[in-house]
């Protein structure tokens, strides 16, 4: 039986999944160097699919309180919206540490690297290569979910599902290229401070985008099963904002790290 409360708080249920999860992301965290050291992927596997459950049925609670319970109303989803949007403050501030760098080593190189930049060891990516065209591939996703918000907004259920669909596809190729990418690579994350900073910053990105596709999936299988409609969208509203950032970090990467190094 739910309680009703005179206050427009969502006071959340007593869940096992934040205490399981943290245990869970500490064991993953040692598979994980495990795994770096020994190559031993037995538990790095077995953590992550076990992060993969428990996460799974974090959100399907989260889900159900917003969807089927109504517990998620106007005040509740305007704090949604405001941790969101601190989440991505967050992110943007943890991107921006891999820019200091850079730009600290672009405006002054040290005379270890040969006082150059980038330094003359390093053969760069040709910016109207791959990364051009990851670019127009990231920002016609921008585009294509753009779209799909506004015809969840308009009632138009045949073009918002195409327009996600076609987002997830977008993501998904861009991912690919930049495997190819690192493939293709004629220096590693080892060869001086700009091979760091580039596998740092377009490393962290891609996961970034991993991310984002796996967000965007869920929201597809949210509108798919019409968990949507055109007054109660915060879960796709939150992937389509981190879906933005992920394409305007990768403005300024190819900017400066590939145009401007080449």
């Not at 060891?121 to 918000?149: A, D, E, K, W, Y």
């Amino acid at each position: 039986m739910m309680m009703k409360f005179n206050h427009p708080y969502h006071l959340v249920s007593l869940s096992p999944w934040p205490l399981m999860n943290s245990f869970c992301l500490m064991i993953f965290m040692f598979s994980s160097l495990k795994f770096m050291h020994d190559f031993n992927i037995l538990l790095f596997l077995m953590s992550l699919i076990l992060m993969i459950m428990i996460t799974y049925q974090w959100w399907r609670d989260v889900i159900r309180e917003g969807t089927f319970q109504g517990v998620h109303t106007l005040y509740v989803t305007k704090m949604l919206r405001l941790g969101m949007i601190l989440f991505i403050l967050s992110e943007l501030m943890f991107f921006l540490s891999f820019f200091w760098c850079y730009f600290h080593m672009n405006l002054s190189p040290s005379v270890e690297i040969g006082s150059v930049w980038p330094p003359n060891s390093i053969l760069v990516f040709n910016p109207f290569n791959i990364p051009l065209l990851n670019t127009i591939i990231l920002l016609s996703s921008g585009v294509s979910i753009t779209l799909c918000h506004h015809s969840i907004m308009n009632k138009k259920l045949f073009m918002s599902n195409l327009s996600i669909l076609i987002t997830l596809i977008l993501g998904m190729i861009f991912t690919f290229f930049q495997y190819l990418e690192y493939q293709e690579s004629y220096f590693s994350m080892s060869d001086s401070v700009y091979g760091s900073i580039f596998f740092m910053a377009t490393g962290f990105h891609g996961i970034h985008v991993i991310v984002g596709t796996l967000f965007i999936l869920v929201s597809y299988w949210r509108l798919l099963f019409n968990h949507y409609s055109m007054f109660h969208h915060l879960g796709f509203e939150a992937s389509s904002w981190y879906w933005h950032f992920v394409d305007v970090v990768w403005l300024f990467l190819y900017i400066f790290i590939y145009w401007l190094s080449f």
